[in-house]
C-alpha cells in the first residue's frame, strides 16, 4: 500500500528581496545607514587581573576608590580580567589536552570571580555584578538604576571561542573582550587600567628604562609593526581596532598612580592613548 504525499505549489510574493540582497550591493545601497550607538554615555574600565586584582589591598583599594569617586560624574562598565589562578587553571587544562574552548571557560571563571569581589566592595555604591547575559540584554536598565555595574571582562564565546592558528591558547582575552563589548555598545571611552604607565618601549621591569621610554600616542597598525614584547595589553585588540564601527582610540593608565583613572574619564591625556589611524 502506498501513501500519496499531497503537492504543494511553490508561490513567489513579488518583492526586490527574493534576490540574493546579501551579494547585490545595488538594493543593499538604499538601507545602508550607519550603525547606531547604543549606550554614547557609557565609560568601559577594564581592571588587569595580574597586574591590579592579583596585587591585593595596596593596589586595588585605591583603585575601587576611585572609581567610587568618580560615580557622580560618569557610568561604568567596570570589567574584571582573571589573575594568576587563571594561568594555573591553564596549564593544567593544557596538560589534560582539554580543547580552547573549555580553556575559555576555565580562564572566564577565574575572571567571573574577580568581579564578584570588585562587586562586593562596591556593594554600598550600588553597584553589582552581572553575567554575561545580563550585560547582553539588561546593561542599560541596570546603569539607569545604578552608576556602575561590574562583569567579567572575558568574551562571551565560551565553548566556542576561535581555536588560535597556533597551539591552544584562547586568543580572545578579557582585554579583546572589554573592546568587544565597548564596540558593540558604542562606548565614549575604553580605559584599561595597568600597573604600567603605558606602553613602554622597553621592559618597565629593567633598571635601564628612562621617562622617554613611554609612547604617549600611537596608531594601532604602527604597534604591530614594531612588535613590541612590553604591549601592556593583547595585540589582538590592535587588530581588532581596524574593524571595529565606533571604538577609534583606546587608552592604557596606570592604576597605581592616583587620579589616572579619573583623568582618563574627564578626556586628559594620561598614559598611552592609542587610535586606529
Known amino acids: 500500500m502506498t501513501h500519496s504525499s499531497p503537492s504543494f505549489a511553490a508561490k513567489d510574493v513579488p518583492s526586490a528581496l527574493v534576490r540574493q540582497t546579501l551579494l547585490d550591493r545595488e538594493l543593499v545601497r538604499p538601507i545602508d545607514r550607519p550603525v547606531v550607538r547604543l549606550l554614547p554615555w557609557l565609560n568601559v574600565v577594564a581592571l588587569g587581573g595580574r597586574s591590579v586584582i592579583d596585587r591585593g589591598a595596596s593596589v586595588l583599594g585605591p583603585v575601587v576608590d576611585e572609581l567610587r569617586g568618580v560615580l557622580s560624574k560618569h557610568r561604568l562598565l567596570i570589567l574584571a580580567g582573571p589573575g594568576v589562578r587563571a594561568r594555573h587553571v591553564l596549564g593544567v587544562g593544557l596538560d589534560l589536552g582539554l580543547p ?51 562583569s567579567n571582562g572575558f568574551p562571551p564565546f565560551g565553548i566556542y571561542e576561535f581555536p588560535p592558528p597556533v597551539g591552544k591558547v584562547p586568543p580572545h582575552r578579557t582585554d579583546a573582550g572589554a573592546f568587544l563589548l565597548a564596540d558593540a555598545y558604542g562606548a565614549a571611552r575604553t580605559i584599561y587600567v595597568k600597573d604600567v604607565d603605558g606602553v613602554l618601549k622597553s621592559d618597565p621591569a629593567s633598571d635601564e628604562k628612562d621617562d622617554g621610554d613611554l609612547i604617549p600616542r600611537a596608531r594601532a597598525d604602527e604597534l604591530l609593526a614594531m612588535g613590541l614584547e612590553t604591549l601592556p595589553i593583547d595585540s589582538l585588540v590592535l587588530e581588532l581596532m581596524a574593524s571595529a564601527k565606533h571604538v577609534r582610540e583606546i587608552q592604557i593608565v596606570n592604576g597605581r598612580k592616583p587620579g589616572s583613572i579619573a583623568r582618563a574619564l574627564a578626556g586628559e591625556h594620561v598614559g598611552t592613548i592609542i587610535s586606529s589611524g
Request: aromatic share 2%; charged share 15%; no cysteine.
Open 100 to 150: 580552547t574552548g573549555l580553556l575559555a571557560e576555565l580562564m572566564s571563571t577565574e575572571a567571573e570571580q574577580n568581579g564578584h569581589l570588585i562587586a562586593a566592595l562596591m556593594a554600598e555604591d550600588g553597584v553589582s555584578y552581572l553575567p554575561h547575559t545580563a550585560v547582553a540584554r539588561q546593561l542599560a536598565v541596570h546603569l539607569s538604576a545604578s552608576r556602575a555595574v561590574v
